[in-house]
């Protein structure tokens, strides 16, 4: 079984500050790992995703995750936020080989100007 | 990147209609779709899992009678909403996963909004 938990609901950052959304998992096998960023009223788009290769994966519009099984995180990172990062985030992990993806409860992430 | 749509983007009906959501893999062919529920403020929860030419399977609390869902080719999986009332109403997302080559991904579909009256 697999679960994932995402620490803080809402986050909040000032423009230019650093972004640091986290993501905890649960996985009985070795977890394909995955952000996905959701504007209102849109569907998902995949920021990043680890599959077991590098464990610093950089994705789209400047965001990188660092998978750490030590302390079963995936924390997704932005060194400077934009406005337009303001968003709802969700953590998801599956075990791949074709299972259905396990999402963690999404952090909204507002961005101060 | 592969391309998953899903039709239609958004659907109001009146409560006790049934509604017919579309999902297709544009660029490969799918197996194996999944279907997920998302309401409002709240994460995606999967629905069932859709396999090409057998029956759905369904997460605990789902219920089959109520949400048809028919993957008769390698393309298209349909999630019917029989008898909808306003508690259905949510926003609901499928993926296809994509075993072509060494690659196995899924992608998502941009989701369908249904609002029942």
């Known amino acids: 079984a697999q679960s994932v938990t995402q620490l803080g609901s809402h986050v909040s950052v000032s423009e230019g500050a650093l972004v640091l959304l986290r993501c905890n998992y649960s996985?009985?096998?070795?977890?394909?790992l995955f952000w996905y960023v959701q504007y209102p009223n849109q569907g998902l788009q995949l920021l990043l995703k680890?599959?077991?290769?590098?464990?610093l994966v950089k994705g789209i519009n400047g965001f990188e995750a660092e998978f750490k099984k030590s302390e079963t995180s995936f924390h997704l990172t932005k060194p400077s936020a934009h406005m337009s990062d303001a968003a709802e985030y969700f953590c998801?992990?599956?075990?791949?080989?074709?299972?259905?993806?396990?999402f963690g409860p999404g952090t909204r992430l507002s961005v101060l100007p | 990147g592969a391309v998953v749509s899903q039709h239609p983007s958004w659907v109001i009906c009146k409560s006790g209609t049934s509604v017919k959501i579309e999902c297709r893999s544009l660029d490969f062919q799918a197996t194996t779709m999944f279907w997920y529920r998302q309401f409002p403020k709240q994460s995606l929860m999967l629905m069932a899992t859709s396999n090409e030419g057998s029956k759905a399977t369904y997460e605990q609390g789902v219920e089959k009678d109520k949400f048809l869902i028919n993957h008769a080719s390698l393309t298209l999986s349909t999630l019917t909403v029989t008898s909808a009332h306003p508690e259905d109403s949510s926003f609901y997302i499928c993926s296809a996963r994509d075993l072509a080559g060494f690659t196995d991904t899924q992608y998502f579909g941009p989701g369908t909004r249904l609002t029942v009256l």
């Open positions: 996985s009985s096998v070795p977890p394909y």
């Open positions: 998801a992990v599956t075990a791949g080989g074709g299972q259905n993806f396990v």
């Open positions: 680890y599959t077991s290769a590098a464990t």
